[in-house]
């Protein structure tokens, strides 16, 4: 019988008001069941909504330094469990463990960097225009914050939003996605036992439709910062605006990118290795476009191909897998039914294009890398996010071709673009239209202290990461002293 966990709902652990539970499987074993989980409906939402707001008015008064020494005790505990996270990771959502490593050491690093905030949350102080008088502006926490989070980067993406919304001195509720539910429970036990008190942050486990959707109509949450699906993140932010709640939106991508001739095709080819099939493809800044100058299109993709073939599907516990599962049966069904849409368009597939079965991997979700080639943008395969293991190449024949096919999704994430001309480099840096552009490198490599997030339907307006992540989780207060003694008119008494 698999072990039953529950919500923590104003510091005491809880079953569903309804008594349901979902299962959390292991998408490379699917008979390997982690755990029953809640599954939690408006009920549940509310008791937690109930518990953050009652516990708004002491936490906010917190000093922020000490708020923030709270975040530097659990990076210390994710350090000293970093092994046991990495594991744990791999089991329940199947990137290779090497890859689990590095999604726990970006939620170390969040941790340290957004602790630091906790000295700085800088204002701003300016002259009045009158004499005697006295301006400010101060960061003030919004109140309650509804966090609801993907399953791909199951622990990096709750630090990236847990993490500032409490050193800021909001409150929070925070709904996992369904598909990793265990990875949030040891967040949501390192938070608490490095002090985050009870009520202050309430975790309620549960599907979106149910959950998600029950907290984005709450009345009395403030923000609600969402990472998912761009069609998701509409419904989130309409939900939103019906009550004109606050909303940071972190939604889809189809990240291009671009090899001009003269790149270093053997680098080149490295990056779109591991953009296109790290992570099973199923980054949000995955490389699912690959824009190849047609001097080079032969080569390249000769060689993309051979180096996809020869990548081994497994278990990412294996140390010799290089590609784990997709994350659960609708994400493979979807991903196929992409091979299909491929067909019906005219594009080639070089390889892959099917459910792989072989060995083990018959008990799993796996799809097999796959290469469409003869892509023209206007195929839904150029245009959608597939998010697995399926890059589209796009053969051009000049930059401003290349950056027009870039620029021509609905989509604005990362991008990188292979070339060894400076001039090159700039005119792309400058007009890729993208949240983040990397010259000679992958899409992939976000660090924690820059802003993080994309333009046109992958958000909107907002950065995770850096300081800029500030701006989603507090807002401003103006200050005006006045001590002249008297009463003075702004615009009026300096005429
Ligand atoms: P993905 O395709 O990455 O699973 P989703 O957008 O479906 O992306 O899910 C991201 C998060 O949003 C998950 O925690 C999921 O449970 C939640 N979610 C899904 N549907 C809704 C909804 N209608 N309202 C609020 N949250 C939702």
Request: aromatic content about 8%; some cysteine.
């Amino acid at each position: 019988m698999a072990h039953e966990y529950f919500n923590c709902i104003d510091g005491k652990w809880k079953a569903s008001a309804s008594g349901r539970t979902f299962e959390d499987l292991n998408p490379a074993n699917r008979t390997d069941v982690l755990g029953l989980f809640p599954r939690s409906d408006a009920r549940d939402v509310d008791e937690a909504v109930k518990a953050a707001r009652a516990h708004f008015a002491r936490w906010r008064q917190v000093p922020a330094p000490h708020r923030a020494e709270i975040m530097f005790r659990a990076a210390e505990l994710m350090v000293k469990r970093k092994e046991e996270l990495a594991a744990l990771m791999t089991r329940e959502m199947g990137k290779v463990l090497k890859e689990s490593r590095g999604d726990v050491q970006e939620g170390i690093d969040m941790t340290y960097f957004i602790a630091g905030e906790g000295r700085r949350l800088f204002g701003h102080t300016t002259p009045s225009e009158l004499p005697d008088k006295f301006a400010m502006s101060v960061r003030v926490p919004i109140g309650v914050v509804a966090a609801i989070t993907p399953w791909n980067f199951p622990l990096a993406i709750p630090t990236w939003k847990l993490v500032p919304a409490l050193v800021a001195g909001n409150t929070v509720v925070f709904k996992p996605a369904e598909d990793t539910p265990l990875m949030a429970q040891r967040f949501v036990e390192i938070l608490l036992e490095a002090g985050v008190p009870e009520g202050v942050l309430n975790l309620v486990q549960g599907i979106g439709e149910e959950t998600g959707a029950a907290l984005v109509r709450h009345p009395d949450v403030n923000l609600v910062s969402f990472t998912g699906s761009t069609e998701t993140g509409r419904e989130v932010a309409i939900g939103c605006a019906q009550r004109h709640a606050r909303v940071s939106l972190e939604m889809g991508g189809k990240n291009p990118i671009i090899v001009m001739d003269d790149a270093d095709l053997d680098l080149a080819l490295e990056g779109a290795v591991w953009g296109a099939f790290g992570t099973t493809g199923q980054r949000c800044t995955a490389a699912s476009r690959l824009i190849v100058h047609r001097q080079i299109l032969r080569q390249f993709t000769d060689r993309l191909v051979e180096r996809a073939r020869q990548l081994r599907l497994g278990d990412g516990m294996l140390p010799t897998t290089d590609v784990g599962p997709l994350i659960n049966e609708a994400q493979l069904k979807r991903v196929h039914g992409y091979t299909e849409i491929a067909r019906q368009e005219g594009a080639s597939i070089l390889t892959g294009g099917h459910i792989y079965t072989e060995g083990d991997c018959a008990r799993g979700f796996f799809y097999a890398p796959t290469i469409f080639a003869n892509v023209s943008t206007d195929m839904r395969i150029a245009q959608e996010e597939i998010f697995g293991p399926c890059p589209a190449i796009i053969g051009v024949n000049s930059l401003p071709e290349a950056i027009e096919v870039a620029n021509s999704t609905k989509y604005g994430l990362s991008s990188a673009i292979y070339t060894r001309d400076v001039n090159k480099a700039f005119l792309a840096m400058r007009d890729i239209e993208a949240g983040i552009t990397y010259v000679n490198s992958s899409t992939i490599g976000a660090e924690v202290h820059l802003p993080f997030g994309g333009v046109k339907q992958t958000g909107n307006g907002h950065r995770e990461g850096s300081p800029t992540v500030l701006d989603i989780f507090t807002e401003w207060k103006t200050l005006y002293i006045d001590y002249s003694g008297r009463l003075q008119k702004a615009q009026m008494d300096n005429e």
